[in-house]
């Protein structure tokens, strides 16, 4: 792997751009591997980097069916944060979020990690206590969590409506300064360059239609580029975790939900931080380049189609707009969506699956950029020892029978209600 | 004189308008781009990384270069494009992303480090930690972006429509009038859109909307348009809305969306005086603006010769046609032009940020022009956007070298230009000597040689090349560069250009502002308000209002100067030892009636219902599957087949969802009818140690029996009293139809003040709840709590059959250790939400999810989730929140702290 | 917006209809509960047509059957809830 750095940008615009390699190899599958990763995305092959980098295996496969990073880590809107309220949670996303800090250097790609805070906004003293609750849980952990007054919202986002009589005033916040964003699709290329560097194999335009089984446990994959044997195989692959998983006859406490995102036309910087709120369902926050990224809440409906329809987009508008009324004149000039993996107690599944040799990391909601790093931390330690990871094992698939579910939001079962 | 200008003749140029604070004139009907180049003025704006110097290419959306910023204050909209904006009087514009001036704009440094900046430039650099990155970030962003946004608040309303039709026709040029006028006849409601301010024919049985875009084809044909009332910062009539967007479902759509026209690729493709060759046609025809006299024309299909003719016909020069194709067409052998085939534009020069020279290959031998318009014709793309959003799949025409609309999975066709009627187009192409000046996204500052350099670095498939480059994402969405990038792929891959891949189109088709979208539910409308049927009363009083999710419920009825605290605690100790009255109108409320009422209620509550009494009530709980408590309430029977269900009014439209589902979908033969009472009923607690003397004054019955009901009359208004307390004092729960509450109120108000008590708020209702132990839904009760954890498990209806029993049996519900409720006492405050943890300070055990100063009496109480709580009454722990800097020591206990014996019930 | 044509008040925009759950995620109070478990917890979740409960919140109030196709959208068919055709 050649080493990015300033002086090899320097050396290449003087050689008129010579000497770049291909970021990865685009190699044809073998025809068995120790280890077969389902799914191209950040989780996919940050699991496939750790399980070189970390537990020194290399006759992996990463199998993606389109390009590398299309699906979610291609899609969401790059908030990076660990200030959930479950311990399970928090302890998990924070330990992302310290990988998070050192991923650019560890990976020699800039994934652009901006920690320029992550802040929930109350809108009453109920919210206020709340918030407060959620940060005393995180701070009792020894993660960061402060909250501030309304003044000192007003300092970190000046163009927020603070009129006490707004639809929804501004009461104060909760801030994690160590969370912020990243660059989503920089964290797919980047941890697909090192592990290629590493020897694994990133397989693009590989679809898996079928397992292997042999007595009981499965021994490879079917695939649009042939059969591909495997003595562990991890399904990765979000959105589409239940088709995945009912080519080996499971079926998963997941429904697949669509999830909207958009995009205004870049203007120069006017917010500086992700605002959150903890009435409201819509985020804000501004890209690098300069536009505006907005989301809210999901498409109650279960879906595939990777489209969601206007009321939501209009909803988030509306919402954005009474928070930050400088936004009316913005264009949206995009917008897109993923398919989320709702999972039944809205924590992700990382686990073991009844089916030996098969395993599933997936469950993420729509929380899973945020834990891309942890995510594939843990679940190469899964891969490689047949073990979960002390920090994983509460998300272990038989959660729900056993009734040990690691609900945040406290809803139940019907993802529309998340 | 050189450059663009106005043709003379026509009417006088009356409206003023400025641009960069220069004033201006132009006439009425006129796009800002056509009146910019009439009144001579070419340098328009900076490309976004580079900061070179850009013009108008185009006379359209697809505009990628004209940017500017069009109205003041909060009217302000950055990044409009000027070709499609119309000049009104007044109109104030401004050139973007350029300091100190459009002319001589520092940011052009960029453009010298352009070699070091290429594509991707920034995943190689810029490492170290994170702290640093926001150093560099710092710089970044404010070198990115374009515009400005407003920093103040949008005057305008905006509004949201709704409309149905037989026939959506999108596009007012010919074929979608023909297609607008083929619906009338067939005797169709036809609703025609145009986005341009003129359709090419009137069309009377037809509705038709100009300047109104369809921006996005949904499911099932439903389609969002936006139209515009007035232009970006134009004020709009006083009641009317700037902008409006549709909802129209349509049982068809008929696309007549155009083609758009593809910009050549070359060295210096990018500088003011390159024009596409229809847009300087219509600039001409249109707005009588020439925009160059001294013109070469580059292109690849017979439309461009249509543009070299009205050229002349205006007074300008045409100096040479370039056709890349190697033989002349019969309408190039007519051409009264020097047409010179097989010939490419390779690069171009410029004076004063404007082209000055066009430098040929033709026929592999170099030629100079000198010239100061290029009109480029690289042929045309139909625009199938809205047809691809719509699910249509493409197929690939190879004479045109486009994409055009293939099979349709709704009910959507395409006529005209957008389904590929359009003229053959030449191949051949030059190969490009400087790649690194030949722009295929301008907006972006993509070269040709950013995409080799993706395909080298191995970013091959079509949306790895976008996303490395950015091409195609600006605001302009690829209109002018899809096809260049896909043709420069397909080129350096060594593939045919439907092999390289195909873009997908994603809505809006042109960027739509926030407020079109939020319409009427911008700023204070974004949720409705929900209020009391007795805010009237509430409100003589001052209150604190509080809002829980819509509803505005009063907190406190602060006098005098008093805090809320101060208010609060009045109230209470005014319940504990007089009396006071309370609004609980917003509880749920349910009649359940039917010879089966008895059997819903028990699938639904997790306690015993059938055996109540008539005339009786008693607490009880619902549980969801999962056998999580999901919600509490009480239970009435009011008369033998008749109940009346009261729950939490956070959960009151999840309640009705429920039960409506524990009917009609799991017991539909049961013989029972819910009705949802919530906002039919006003609902005022009056309670204390004098209540029942209260009561029985303004009603003459005796009051009845804690749990007991009565029907009574007070001023007249018929009232159900039940006998329940939250409070923990002699209580009575008083309901009345909403609309003759207040009356009820006011005699209630009335009496209570005379013995001295109060009306009293939520906070007050807070504390005294809290010291009788009872839980509320959201705090103690938070989702994840069963009915053991709560020590309710009591109450569990040993028969089971509700809803929940199931999800009880999973063993991890019986965990000895999971949190469960217990009560906490403190010499100091306990603050609400702390952790609870033990002296040093490790693991937390719980939190405190509630708590109170003690209503009369010192020191504070609390509830609380503490792991294994029933086992640890009597430990010490402390209570603490490091965000707020608070703690107390507090010890565990029951949770109950008031009248354990429920004395202050009995009469 | 989905378009979905109630039995009762014709073709209405989805905004009046609240989606549910999936049939065969009902369990009724009689199932025993390691069977009721499991049922809630599992769901085919196909990327193509499922039956849905749908309720018309903000109309009629019915519970409606649809089978809808989870990648297209597309409806086949809506009809009102019956225990005798969809247990």
Not at chain 1, 157 to 163: E, G, R, Y
Not at chain 1, 174 to 179: A, D, K
Not at chain 2, 729 to 737: M, T
Not at chain 2, 863 to 884: D, F, H, N, Q, Y
Request: proline fraction near 6%; hydrophobic fraction near 40%; charged fraction near 20%.
């Amino acid at each position: 792997m050649k080493r990015y750095s300033a002086l090899a940008l320097l050396k290449a615009g003087l050689t008129g751009q010579r000497g770049w390699e291909r970021a990865w190899r685009d190699p044809e599958p073998k025809k068995s591997y120790d280890i077969v990763i389902i799914g191209g995305g950040g989780h996919g092959l940050a699991t496939a980097y750790y399980l070189a980098k970390v537990h020194g295996l290399r006759n992996i496969a990463v199998l993606e069916k389109g390009w590398i990073g299309g699906g979610n880590t291609g899609r969401n809107t790059t908030i990076v944060r660990s200030n959930y309220r479950q311990k399970p949670l928090h302890d998990l996303f924070d330990f992302a979020l310290d990988l998070w800090e050192g991923m650019s250097d560890a990976l020699n790609f800039n994934v652009m990690f901006s920690p320029r805070g992550a802040l929930f906004l109350g809108h009453s003293d109920g919210d206020m206590t709340v918030l407060a609750q959620r940060g005393d849980a995180l701070r009792c952990d020894g993660i960061d969590a402060d909250l501030l007054t309304r003044a000192q919202v007003q300092k970190l986002v000046p163009l927020l409506d603070m009129a006490p009589d707004a639809r929804f005033p501004i009461h104060g916040g909760l801030i994690q300064r160590r969370g912020g964003t990243a660059r989503h699709d920089a964290v797919a290329w980047g941890y697909a360059r090192a592990a290629d560097a590493l020897g694994v194999d990133v397989i693009q335009k590989c679809e898996v239609t079928g397992f292997a089984m042999t007595g009981g446990r499965v021994s490879g994959v079917v695939t649009t580029r042939g059969a591909i044997a495997a003595g562990r195989i991890g399904i990765c692959v979000a959105g589409n975790s239940g088709p995945v998983a009912a080519l080996a006859g499971l079926q998963l406490p997941i429904e697949a939900q669509t999830l909207q995102a958009f995009v205004t036309e870049p203007v120069k910087p006017m917010i500086d931080t992700v605002i959150m709120s903890q009435s409201l369902h819509c985020y804000i926050s501004q890209s690098d380049k300069g536009g505006i990224v907005l989301g809210g809440d999901p498409d109650h409906f279960p879906s595939y189609a990777q489209r969601g329809l206007p009321p939501r987009i209009e909803k988030a508008a509306a919402e954005a707009i009474a928070l930050v009324p400088a936004l009316s004149r913005l264009r949206m000039v995009r917008c897109w969506a993923g398919t989320t993996d709702m999972s039944f107690d809205g924590s992700p599944i990382l686990s073991a699956l009844p089916v030996d040799g098969l395993y599933l990391n997936g469950g993420w909601c729509y929380g899973g950029f945020k834990a891309t790093p942890a995510s594939g931390w843990c679940y190469a330690h899964l891969l490689a020892t047949g073990d979960n990871h002390p920090l994983a094992a509460p998300f272990a698939f038989d959660r729900f029978a056993r009734g040990a579910t690691i609900d945040e939001a406290g809803v139940g079962v019907l993802p529309q209600l998340r | 004189m050189s450059g663009p200008s106005r043709l003379p003749g026509g009417p006088e140029p009356t409206l003023r308008f400025t641009f960069d604070g220069v004033p201006l004139r132009a006439r009425t009907g006129d796009t800002l781009a056509a009146e910019l180049l009439a009144n001579g003025i070419g340098l328009v704006a900076r490309s976004f990384k580079y900061h070179r110097p850009r013009g108008i290419l185009s006379a359209g959306v697809e505009e990628p270069n004209a940017l500017v910023t069009v109205g003041e204050g909060g009217r302000r909209e950055p990044n409009t494009r000027a070709t499609d904006v119309y000049v009104y009087d007044g109109l104030v514009a401004h050139s973007q992303n350029r300091w100190p001036s459009l002319a001589f704009d520092l940011g052009a440094i960029n453009g010298l480090a352009a070699r070091f900046l290429t594509a991707g430039f920034y995943y190689k650099t810029f490492f170290g930690p994170p702290s640093r990155w926001l150093l560099y970030e710092r710089f970044i962003r404010r070198a990115a972006g374009l515009g400005k946004a407003p920093t103040t608040p949008d005057p305008d309303p905006y509004e949201h429509r709704s409309a149905f039709c037989d026939v959506l026709v999108v596009g007012g040029g010919p074929a979608g009038i023909a297609a607008a006028r083929a619906g009338v006849q067939a005797g169709e409601r036809v609703l025609l859109v145009e986005q341009d301010r003129i359709v090419s024919e009137a069309i009377d049985e037809a509705r038709v909307l100009t300047r109104t875009t369809a921006t996005g084809v949904w499911d099932h044909g439903f389609v969002t348009l936006v139209q515009r009332l007035v232009e970006p910062g134009q004020s709009p009539a006083p009641g009317q809305p700037a902008q409006r967007l549709w909802h129209v479902r349509a049982r068809r759509i008929v696309l007549a969306t155009g083609a758009i026209e593809r910009p050549l690729t070359f060295a210096g493709n990018d500088r003011p005086g390159v024009m596409l060759s229809q847009a300087v046609r219509r600039y001409i025809e249109r707005f009588k603006v020439l925009p160059g006299q001294r013109v070469v024309i580059a292109t690849n299909n017979d439309d461009a010769y249509a543009t070299a003719d009205a050229i002349a016909a205006a007074g300008g020069t045409v100096v040479a046609i370039l056709d890349s194709r190697a033989e002349k067409s019969a309408i190039a052998n007519a051409a009264a032009h020097p047409v010179h085939t097989n010939a490419f534009p390779i690069s171009t020069s410029g004076r004063r940020h404007h082209l000055h020279s066009v430098e040929a290959d033709i026929w592999t031998e170099c030629t100079r022009f000198e010239a100061d318009l290029l009109a480029v014709s690289g042929g045309f793309t139909p625009v199938v956007h809205l047809h691809s959003q719509a699910g249509g799949a493409l197929d690939w025409h190879e004479e045109i070298q486009a994409f055009v609309p293939g099979a349709s999975r709704q009910a959507v066709s395409s006529v005209g230009a957008a389904a590929g009627d359009l003229p053959p187009v030449g191949t051949a192409v030059a190969d490009l000597p400087n790649p690194k000046t030949s722009f295929i996204d301008f907006q972006n500052d993509v070269t040709a040689a950013d995409i080799d350099l993706a395909w080298t670095e191995g970013y091959r498939s079509v949306e790895h090349l976008k996303r490395y480059t950015t091409l195609g994402m600006a605001t302009d969405q690829g209109k002018t560069s899809n096809m260049a990038a896909l043709a420069r792929l397909a080129s350096v891959a060594g593939v045919t250009i439907p092999q390289a891949g195909l873009t997908t189109f994603r809505a809006p088709f042109t960027p739509v502002t926030l407020g079109a979208l939020a319409g009427a539910d911008g700023g204070g409308h974004a949720a409705p308000s929900r209020r009391l049927a007795l805010y009237d009363r509430h409100q003589r009083l001052a209150p604190l209002w509080q809002p829980l999710g819509l509803w505005h419920r009063p907190r406190a009825y602060p006098v005098a100067g008093e805090t809320l605290h101060q208010a609060a605690v009045r109230e209470a100790c005014a319940v504990r030892t007089v009396a006071g009255i309370v609004d609980i109108s917003t509880l749920a409320k349910f009649a359940v009636v039917g010879p089966d009422a008895a059997a819903l209620l028990e699938s639904v509550c997790a306690t015993g219902i059938a055996k109540l009494a008539v005339g009786r009530g008693r607490y009880t709980f619902m549980l969801r599957e999962d056998g999580m408590v999901m919600d509490d309430g009480t239970v009435w029977r009011l008369e033998e087949n008749r109940y009346l269900l009261t729950s939490s009014t956070g959960g009151a439209e999840r309640m009705e969802a429920h039960l409506s589902y524990a009917h009609r979908v799991l017991a539909p033969h049961l013989r029972v009818s819910v009705v949802a009472q919530q906002e039919h009923f006003a609902g005022i607690a009056l309670a204390g140690p004098c209540a029942k003397d209260i009561l029985a004054e303004l009603t003459g019955i005796t009051p009845p029996a804690h749990m007991g009901l009565a029907y009574a009359e007070i001023a007249g208004v018929p009232v159900l009293i039940l006998a329940a307390s939250y409070s923990g004092e002699r209580a009575f729960e008083l309901y009345a139809v909403a609309s003759d509450a207040g009356t009820v109120w006011d005699a209630l108000e009335t009496a209570t003040r005379a013995r001295g008590g109060a009306p009293y708020g939520l906070e007050a209702l807070e504390f005294l709840r809290i010291e009788k132990g009872h839980i509320v839904i959201g705090a103690e009760a938070d989702g994840r709590t069963t009915p053991h954890d709560l020590q309710l498990e009591r109450m569990l209806r040993k028969s089971g059959g509700f809803i929940g029993a199931a999800g009880l049996t999973r063993p991890a519900l019986s965990a000895p250790d999971r949190l469960q409720l217990v009560g906490l006492t403190s010499d100091t405050p306990i603050p609400e939400g702390a952790m609870l943890v033990t002296a040093t300070g490790e693991p937390v055990l719980g939190h405190v999810t509630s708590a109170t100063g003690r209503v009369l009496g010192e020191g504070a109480v609390a509830l609380g989730l503490l792991a294994g709580g029933r086992m640890r009454i009597g430990e010490s722990l402390v209570a603490t929140s490091p965000t707020r800097s608070q703690s107390a020591r507090v010890t565990v206990t029951a949770p109950l702290f008031y009248d354990a014996e429920g004395t202050r019930y009995r009469d | 917006m989905l378009q979905i044509d109630c039995p009762s008040c014709g073709a209405r925009a989805q905004s009046e209809f609240s989606y549910e759950r999936t049939l065969d995620s009902v369990v009724t109070l009689d199932m025993p509960a390691d069977e009721t478990v499991r049922r809630l917890y599992a769901r085919a979740n196909p990327r193509g047509f499922d039956e849905e409960l749908w309720r018309h919140a903000f109309g009629c109030r019915q519970w409606l059957v649809l089978r809808r196709h989870r990648q297209t959208h597309e409806i086949t068919s809506v009809a009102a809830f019956d225990p005798a055709l969809h247990r």
